[in-house]
């Protein structure tokens, strides 16, 4: 996962000193990987325009129960149509201490923004992939009927 740990520590804190009052809370993520079901009970969103893409991470479980799930979204998404190959365009899922990636441009990433609002700074959308694990590119998890709904946080 290419911005894994200062993501979780940069999405966290622009989530805990967001200074809108007024953001609604995000809904979640949620998608199958695997046999399991997955339900975030934790996500934030963040765009960097310096970075020019959107982050969305969620996170489910405590301890060694836990589940992450990450995806990065170049900006601006198109709406409505399956986003192309872009190498900003990532997932990651962690569960059981093992990690897996998954890249749009090895056609293992399909995401389709359903809905934005760049004013109110919510956006909606649907996923699917095929992730391979960081350790072993032998082991992968099917990640099918992926939503997402979430507010997100503008930074420079």
């Known amino acids: 996962m290419r911005y894994t740990v200062p993501a979780l520590f940069v999405l966290f804190a622009i989530s805990a000193c967001s200074k809108n009052s007024s953001s609604t809370p995000s809904s979640g993520v949620s ?36 589940t992450a799930l990450q995806i990065d979204i170049p900006w601006p998404p198109v709406v ?5 190959a872009d190498s900003l365009l990532t997932l990651s899922y962690t ?38 694990s960081t350790a072993n590119v032998n082991d992968s998890v099917v990640i099918s009927n992926g939503k997402f709904s979430t507010a997100y946080n503008v930074s420079p």
């Open 95 to 132: 569960a059981r201490s093992t990690e897996y990636d998954a890249y749009s441009l090895a056609g293992r990433l399909q995401l389709t923004v359903t809905s934005l609002d760049s004013t109110g700074h919510k956006l909606s959308g649907t996923f699917s992939a095929i992730a391979h």
């Open 31 to 66: 998608a199958t990987a695997g046999s399991s079901k997955y339900q975030s009970t934790t996500s934030v969103g963040a765009y960097s325009a310096s970075l020019g893409e959107l982050t969305i991470f969620s996170y489910s479980g405590s301890g060694s129960d836990s």
């Open 80 to 84: 409505n149509q399956v986003l192309p």
